[in-house]
């Protein structure tokens, strides 16, 4: 089947720390791999995706690789601003069909 | 622009009401979506809209019923709900892809949402 996982929650940092989320996936086939974030009261915004093995996508500073390897796709930052405080979705859509697969979300809190 | 647009913001019903929520696209996405979303969790997928018609269904009670009117819009109607239903409702669209045309890299775009209160 197709399942993502996400690092438990919540992570709280002072600014400018190193962010790392840890997102896993199964999935059959080849999928693409996003991480959308949601900031308080609004919807979700994709934030980077990545759609074959090896790929690196980024966005305001956040970064994640596609490793196959490993069914891996860990976001990262190297300094986390008090804006960056939201929660994070880890996500899969599936080889063919129209469904998207989502992990449980991690919360971020960066304190000054 | 990939801006997905939805009304009300929010909307506080009873449970002998009758309400609907509405989505609007222009980016000429052919799959549109509807997710139920609670408090500190993931969405929830409800309906899925491929080229209007419906193609997932993920056994949601009757007193939700979608409707695709045509390519650009999408509306959740709303009849006889509880307070568990009582969440925010999220719109989102991707542009449909086949898998011959890559659908795996489809990409989905969220609307703001919809605050629905049910007392």
């Known amino acids: 089947g197709n399942s993502v996982t996400q690092m438990e929650g919540p992570v709280t940092l002072s600014e400018e720390a190193f962010l790392t989320i840890n997102c896993t996936y199964t999935?059959?086939?080849?999928?693409?791999l996003f991480w959308y974030v949601q900031y308080p009261g609004e919807g979700l915004q994709l934030l980077l995706k990545?759609?074959?093995?090896?790929d690196k996508g980024s966005n305001k500073g956040f970064e994640a690789t596609y490793r196959k390897e490993t069914t891996s796709f860990h976001l990262e930052k190297g300094s986390v601003q008090v804006s960056d405080s939201a929660v994070y979705f880890c996500?899969?859509?599936?080889?063919?069909?129209?469904?998207?697969?989502f992990g449980t979300g991690t919360s971020l809190t960066v304190i000054p | 622009d990939t801006e997905v647009t939805q009304t009300p913001k929010h909307l506080v019903m009873g449970m002998t009401n009758k309400k609907s929520l509405k989505c609007e696209q222009h980016?000429?996405?052919?799959?549109m979506y509807w997710y139920k979303q609670k408090a500190k969790k993931p969405p929830e997928l409800m309906f899925v809209?491929?080229?209007?018609?419906?193609?997932i269904n993920e056994s949601v009670p009757s007193r939700f019923s979608p409707e695709c009117p045509n390519s650009s819009l999408l509306n959740l109607h709303l009849h006889a709900l509880q307070p568990e239903d009582s969440a925010l409702y999220l719109c989102?669209?991707?542009?449909?892809?086949?898998?011959?045309?890559?659908?795996?890299?489809?990409?989905?775009?969220f609307g703001p949402g919809t605050r629905l209160t049910v007392l």
């Open positions: 989102a669209s991707s542009q449909g892809l086949l898998r011959r045309q890559g659908a795996h890299t489809d990409t989905q775009y």
């Open positions: 999935a059959t086939g080849y999928p693409s």
């Open positions: 990545a759609t074959k093995a090896d």
């Open positions: 996500a899969l859509k599936k080889w063919g069909g129209n469904q998207f697969y």
């Open positions: 980016m000429g996405h052919r799959a």
């Open positions: 809209y491929s080229y209007e018609k419906l193609s």
